[in-house]
């Protein structure tokens, strides 16, 4: 499973990437007002720091509008990839991107019907948000697996990301169901990485080597 962070912060980013395991980013609206910058420059500054699919969301609802900023966001930089919410509109435009050899990330997916329509419509990616499943009472785990059952049945080559990841189980569970791609927020990396018997290893190693040395 591939390891994305979705995250607009280039710290973070750039922390993240220098532990060679990065590749590839993802960010939203959300993500990229916390920072309040300019977009475009956010954008250029990730693509200069990570080396592989970076997806920067439009704004516009409607067809016209999403298409219009897609084809702005992809002369940024050629690992741009054009989110783009599952409406109807959303799904005109995957299809028209699709035909001018613009990468897509249906995004805001929570169906398993959602998904197959964006893979339909020619997504290369399709982005659920299983922790916001999770929110509502739902199973955001279970949908991850209808839909890789799908793409797998009739060898959908769209990519799944795993989103709204909340905690590290998130991850185990969509590398153990064959997800292509977890997207993953800075502080469930670190959360990742540690482990309590690492650190109590090292300590006593560390002890131990002190004490031989002194002799
Ligand atoms: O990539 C999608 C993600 O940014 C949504 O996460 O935590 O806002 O549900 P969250």
């Given amino acids: 499973m591939r390891i994305f962070i979705d995250s607009a912060n280039i710290e973070e980013i750039r922390e993240i990437n220098s532990m060679g395991f ?5 960010t939203n609206p959300s993500l990229v007002a916390k920072e309040k910058r300019n ?6 500054e990730i693509c200069a720091i990570v080396n592989g699919p970076i997806s920067a969301e439009v704004i516009g609802t ?5 298409v219009r900023e897609a084809e702005e966001l992809a002369k940024i930089h050629p690992n741009v990839v054009i989110k783009i919410p599952l409406t109807e509109d959303g799904l005109k435009a995957i299809s028209t991107l699709r035909d001018m050899d613009i990468s897509t990330n249906a995004t805001l997916v929570f169906s398993a019907n959602q998904a197959l329509l964006a893979a339909r419509a020619g997504a290369s990616f399709v982005s659920p948000f299983i922790g916001r499943v999770d929110d ?11 839909m890789l059952s799908i793409f797998d049945q009739y060898m959908i080559d769209t990519e799944v990301i795993a989103a709204s990841i909340r905690h590290p189980m998130h991850v185990v569970e969509a590398a153990k169901m064959g997800s292509h791609i977890a997207t ?13 018997l690492t650190d109590a290893g090292i300590e006593k ?3 131990d080597w002190k004490q031989n040395s002194q002799k």
């Fill in 22 to 26: 990065l590749d590839g980013v993802t």
């Fill in 39 to 44: 977009y475009r420059q956010v954008i250029q």
């Fill in 62 to 66: 409607d067809y016209e509008s999403m």
């Fill in 136 to 146: 509502i009472g739902n199973d955001g785990l279970f949908l991850l697996q209808d």
């Fill in 184 to 196: 993953i927020p800075y502080n469930i990396i670190k959360q990742m990485v540690k482990h309590p």
């Fill in 205 to 207: 190693f560390l002890a």
